[in-house]
Nanobody
Framework: QVQLAESGGGLVQAGGSLRLSCAAS????????MGWFRQAPGKERRFVAA????????YYVDSVKGRFTISRDNGKNTVYLQMNSLKPDDTAVYYC?????????????????WGQGTQVTVSS
């Protein structure tokens, strides 16, 4: 079993920044890709960003490119999502996910463990 614990969510004004963290335990963190998804009220969970096992490859949904940055620290078993220039449309519950293998293209089926989520609210 893999445990994922997100933190760093909160309320921020439009244009502000937040950094989400996801601490992982339960298996060799450094061998697997990691990702972030989000779910807005009344909508499906959607891909936001992903990173390969070594941090060498990153992927983003178009709507966050240039504003969000995913990174990881394999020594700390932690993945991060730095979110800048936040918009009200970014309001959602953000979920951390652990990949089934070292790489991912961001499809939900490529992830086998999920965190409980952290709320991000961006006010206008």
């Amino acid at each position: 079993q893999v445990q994922l614990a997100e933190s760093g969510g909160g309320l921020v004004q439009a244009g502000g920044s937040l950094r989400l963290s996801c601490a992982a335990s339960g298996r060799a963190f450094s061998r697997y890709a990691m990702g972030w998804f989000r779910q807005a009220p009344g909508k499906e969970r959607r891909f936001v960003a992903a990173i390969s096992w070594d941090g060498g490859s990153t992927y983003y949904v178009d709507s966050v490119k240039g504003r969000f940055t995913i990174s990881r620290d394999n020594g700390k078993n932690t993945v991060y999502l730095q979110m800048n220039s936040l918009k009200p449309d970014d309001t959602a519950v953000y979920y951390c996910a652990a990949g089934r293998g070292p790489y991912t293209t961001g499809l939900p089926g490529e992830f086998d463990y999920w965190g409980q989520g952290t709320q991000v609210t961006v006010s206008s």
